[in-house]
């Protein structure tokens, strides 16, 4: 069975075998596997969800939601990883995922293997499931003031956070000129814009002020 992502971003059918889990942050923006869109990741009100924040075919719409109220929705910005929850005792997070294909929502696991890898691995009914691999093209994002509120998040170390402007127009760049992507930035400091910020290059900022995400939170 082959589940798809957002636009375009597909789940490889058949089962999959995580790697050891390592001690790993998954914030932060990852490439889906066929590099048709990144995802952002971010911990928001003591859970982790996940948006996409670029696509490589800008435009696209949640035309497949059986809701005919978000059929016309832009997937940019739109919740892909729901309300994940740490599992206890190790590095990985289960929630929802949902699946822009159908307009389904699936059971999901994400897993940090090593600091620039992510597994992801979505079933139905807790069998048929398929896996694949973003690959890390931003830092960990440090706590926002939206979710420094949720109990048990961590502060924020208050470093300036980096913009993302350049890269985000690099891949825009890449986007028209076909380029090669770069190879995953190794983590530093802070990896996304400031609370509220946008910007052209960066449209979606803090996923956890969309409003999708702070309605579910709320």
């Not at 990741?41 to 859970?47: K, N």
């Not at 509120?149 to 350049?166: D, L, T, Y």
Request: glycine share 12%; proline share 9%; charged share 15%.
């Amino acid at each position: 069975m082959r589940l798809a992502l957002c636009t375009g971003l597909i789940l490889a059918g058949g089962y999959t075998c995580l790697t050891p889990a390592l001690a790993a942050d998954p914030t932060g923006d990852w490439r889906v596997a066929d590099g048709v869109a990144n995802i952002r990741v971010a911990q928001c009100y003591g859970s982790m969800w996940g948006a996409v924040s670029w696509e490589k075919q800008p435009g696209g719409r949640d035309e497949n939601n059986p809701d005919a109220s978000k059929k016309n929705r832009p997937t940019l910005g739109m919740a892909t990883l729901i309300d994940m929850k740490k599992k206890p005792g190790i590095d990985q997070w289960e929630g929802q995922v949902y699946n822009a294909k159908d307009g389904q929502l699936y059971s999901a696991t994400i897993t940090p293997a090593g600091p620039d890898q992510l597994e992801i691995k979505g079933c139905v009914m807790g069998f048929l499931c398929g896996g694949e691999t973003w690959t890390r093209v931003s830092p960990p994002i440090p706590a926002s003031p939206a979710n420094a509120m949720a109990k048990g998040a961590p502060k924020s170390s208050g470093a300036a956070p980096r913009a993302q402007g350049a890269q985000q127009g690099a891949q825009a760049a890449q986007a028209t000129t076909g380029a090669t992507a770069p190879a995953p930035a190794t983590p530093k400091a802070a990896g996304t814009a400031k609370s509220g910020q946008k910007n052209a290059a960066d449209p979606v900022g803090d996923i956890c002020l969309l409003p999708e995400i702070a309605r579910f939170a709320h």
